[in-house]
């Protein structure tokens, strides 16, 4: 085979993701690929000492690669560089396909140990009760205090086990169905559509904040297509707003001790698939609902609720020895 050894890797990386639109990654995802990409090639670039626009992908050497991601690793976080590792791989490999290289060099660069996937969810039993009825009772102390819209938040993560994209992408018509068939149509992370079904508590929560909503914006309209969660403006909510009202709902209510560290919104996403897998839901089903594009990573919370392991530890003859000693009390 005769290798285009003289190709630019900027040309190459725009053949990658020209290649790959018709996988309809979201805009997330190839912003991602593309920030990873032009970090290593930074790196690369002053490696190497030639100019950007002069890097040819005959340079991509074991050697040079490693001294970029080691570089790169020096000052970002060890999900980072793993990211960043599986982004080069998957360019090399397309450039290897495309016969560009003779074989991937990532073999050769050193990369972190994947960690193990552990879901994150509330801590403590009544935990996710408590923090809704704080939020209804309208304890966050905000400039501009919207109990409807932050209990249908919460709502939202804790029922339907949205991500925090997912949730911005809702709209007024996502919620659908008839009494006792509603539905929650959500557009998941890859581009991937899924329905949930709800109860029909749901529908009176959304029709309660529309309600607001109304009073608050009279001169706005909510047509069938509009967003459905709103900042204090009334346009659509934006990510960092999401992730901060949610943070200080937790505050607000006394609970931010029990959300694990780094969870925080999402941590309402692992409540509502742990709590599907104690009360029996099969691995399949959580995949499902929760949009996982993997049924191994569903398969974390039936191992993580360990109800199979409680059981066989509730087992143990030894226990009858200690219910002896320790009898329950009368009354």
């Known amino acids: ?86 982004t080069w791989n998957q360019f090399l490999t397309f450039c290897v396909s495309d016969g560009l290289l003779g074989g991937n060099p990532m073999g050769a660069v050193a990369r972190p140990k994947t960690p193990p996937l552990s879901p994150k969810p509330l801590r403590g039993e009544e935990t ?15 400039r501009d205090p919207w109990p409807e819209r932050d209990v249908l938040v919460i709502a939202l993560g804790l029922v339907a086990g949205l991500r925090a994209a997912e949730m911005r992408t809702l709209t007024v018509r996502s919620l ?6 509603l539905r929650l149509h959500v557009r998941g992370k890859g581009s991937r ?19 607001s909503c ?23 909510i934006g990510r960092g707003a999401l ?33 599907l897998a104690e009360d029996g839901a099969t691995a399949s089903e959580i995949m499902r609902l929760l949009g996982h594009a993997s049924l191994s990573t569903s398969q974390n919370y039936i191992e993580a609720t360990g109800r199979e392991q409680r059981a ?3 087992s143990n003859r030894t226990y009858v ?11």
């Open 1 to 86: 085979m005769r290798y285009k050894i003289h190709m630019r890797v900027s040309e190459a990386q725009q053949a990658f993701f020209a290649a790959r639109r018709p996988r309809k990654d979201s805009p997330h995802t190839t912003a991602a690929y593309r920030r990873d990409l032009a970090g290593i090639t930074e790196l690369l670039v002053a490696e190497l000492g030639c100019p950007a626009d002069e890097l040819e992908v005959a340079d991509l050497t074991a050697q040079a690669l490693r001294a970029a991601f080691g570089a790169f690793a020096d000052s970002h976080a060890k999900s980072s560089v793993l990211r960043a590792w599986s």
């Open 128 to 142: 996710p009760e408590r923090l809704l009825a704080s939020v209804a009772e309208g304890s966050r102390q905000a």
């Open 176 to 181: 659908v169905g008839r009494a006792g068939e």
């Open 193 to 211: 559509d899924r329905s949930i079904p709800v109860q029909p508590i749901m529908a009176r929560l959304v029709e309660s904040y529309l309600e």
């Open 214 to 236: 109304r009073r608050r914006f009279p001169h706005a309209r909510f047509g069938p297509s509009s967003a459905l969660l709103r900042d204090r403006a009334g346009e659509p």
């Open 243 to 275: 992730e901060y009202l949610v943070k200080s709902c937790y505050r607000w209510a006394g609970l931010h001790d029990r959300v694990p560290v780094g969870a925080n919104l999402h941590a309402l996403r692992h409540t509502f698939a742990t709590r």
């Open 312 to 314: 066989a530890a509730a």
């Open 321 to 331: 020895a200690l219910d002896r000693l320790v009898p329950e009390a009368d009354g």
